[in-house]
């Protein structure tokens, strides 16, 4: 059974930083690529970022760019969102995803329960 | 980047009721399209990918078509576990995105 276990949410005062993380367990994980979707409070989803199953290659959206970093653990299975820059926009329930298939072109199929950050002074 | 409008942004139905949920992307995104379903306090759960194939274990109640820029998902004998939002996802270009969802309500 595929589980994603998401931590790290919290509390953060404006401008500070916070590491979310990702267990994996269940699957391959290197075959596949993982995302992070946030949805901030009364919104809908908004992808966050996305890396490759390798590690090699990692994708942003223009909101997050330069302020968030996207790693994958290879040996304790885990995705990493490193956030630097926080804003009060940033105040999220933060789910990982992963992707349904090898390659590109792919949806995604097992989501983590999200984990809550709160960005405020 | 890709934006993508879903319409309604709420529907109001019944059980038993057929309704039609469009999504339309601001250019061409060919079958790279997925619907997702979302209840409060949960994970969304994939619904339909590729435009159009049924995610093992969804209802066959719910089909997907489109290609292109316009897309539909469809929910046949609405069932009291249906009422939740739906979403649409581009994976056609990075960065991927969502629309703004569709509230189905009763």
């Known amino acids: 059974e595929v589980q994603l276990l998401e931590s790290g949410g919290g509390l953060v005062q404006p401008g500070g930083s916070l590491r979310l993380s990702c267990a994996a367990s269940?699957?391959?994980?290197?075959?596949?690529?993982m995302n992070w979707v946030r949805q901030a409070p009364g919104k809908g989803l908004e992808w966050v970022s996305g890396?490759?199953?390798?590690?090699?290659?990692?994708y942003y959206a223009d909101s997050v760019k330069g302020r968030f970093t996207i790693s994958r653990d290879k040996s304790k299975t885990t995705l990493y969102l490193q956030m630097s820059g926080l804003r009060v926009d940033d105040t999220a329930v933060y789910y990982c995803?992963?992707?349904?298939?090898?390659?590109?072109?792919?949806?995604?199929?097992?989501w983590g329960q999200g984990t809550l950050v709160t960005v405020s002074s | 980047d890709i934006q993508m409008t879903q319409s309604p942004s709420t529907l109001s139905a019944s059980v038993g009721d057929r309704v039609t949920i469009t999504c339309r992307a601001s250019?061409?995104?060919?079958?790279?399209l997925a619907w997702y379903q979302h209840k409060p306090g949960k994970a969304p759960n994939l619904l339909i990918y590729k435009a159009s194939t049924l995610e093992s274990g969804v209802p066959s109640r719910f089909s997907g078509s489109g290609s292109g820029t316009e897309h539909t998902l469809t929910i046949s004998n609405l069932q009291p576990e249906d009422f939740a939002t739906y979403y649409c996802q581009q994976y056609n270009n990075y960065p991927w995105t969502f629309g703004q969802g569709t509230k189905v309500e009763i």
């Open positions: 269940g699957f391959t994980f290197n075959n596949f690529a």
């Open positions: 890396i490759s199953g390798s590690g090699a290659n990692t």
């Open positions: 995803a992963k992707d349904r298939f090898s390659g590109s072109f792919s949806p995604f199929d097992q």
């Open positions: 250019q061409n995104i060919n079958i790279w």
